[in-house]
């Protein structure tokens, strides 16, 4: 499903005049895309988007802390339920270790030196909705999957697919403009 999900999160930020890198590996690690686009002003504009879909989730979006699982004696993963101040600690964990961690900033700045990069998430259903809450209030762009998969949908003939994803965009809009729902019922 990630892939699958960053082919369309690509193609949607191609459409959008983005120029895209994926998978950009910094040790062992990897941000999930970075996009870089030229305004009209010369001003140039990055986002570093992490993508994280599913339709029936068990657990949190973000990962337990090494200390908090060491407390609990939980798995880093488990879905047991986490207090309002748990959920913030792993939270602001998550969001280091996704956008702010040091070793980001430099593979980012390696890419394109001195820019200004925004962070964006791309989620699909998500358990628990005080993690997308925090998530945004850190600066950090949320976008549900949906309104991705509404755009590629909705936007007239494109001039430029700069990936697969522009494939399975295609077959997306087939189905909606030629498999009406109650076809199936």
Not at 109 to 125: A, E, K
Request: charged share 30%; with cysteine; hydrophobic share 40%.
């Amino acid at each position: 499903m990630a892939i699958l999900a960053e082919s369309l999160v690509e193609e949607w930020l191609n459409r959008d005049r983005f120029f895209t890198i994926r998978g950009a590996k910094h040790g062992v690690s990897e941000m999930d895309i970075l996009a870089v686009r030229r305004e009209p002003d010369g001003k140039v504009i990055g986002v570093h988007v992490e993508v994280q879909v599913s339709f029936r989730p068990i657990g949190y979006i973000c990962l337990l802390t090494d200390d908090l699982a060491g407390q609990s004696n939980l798995k880093k993963t488990s879905a047991k339920r986490r207090t309002e101040q748990e959920v913030t600690q792993c939270v602001d964990a998550w969001i280091e270790k996704k956008f702010l961690a040091k070793k980001k900033a430099v593979a980012r700045d390696n890419i394109w030196p001195g820019l200004d990069w925004r962070f964006s998430f791309v989620h699909g259903v998500v358990k628990e909705e005080k993690e997308l809450d925090l998530i945004r209030s850190r600066n950090v762009n949320v976008i549900p999957f949906k309104q991705v998969l509404v755009e590629l949908c909705h936007t007239g003939e494109h001039t430029f697919s700069g990936s697969a994803g522009g494939d399975l965009a295609e077959i997306v809009r087939y189905y909606r403009d030629n498999c009406p729902l109650d076809e199936y019922k």
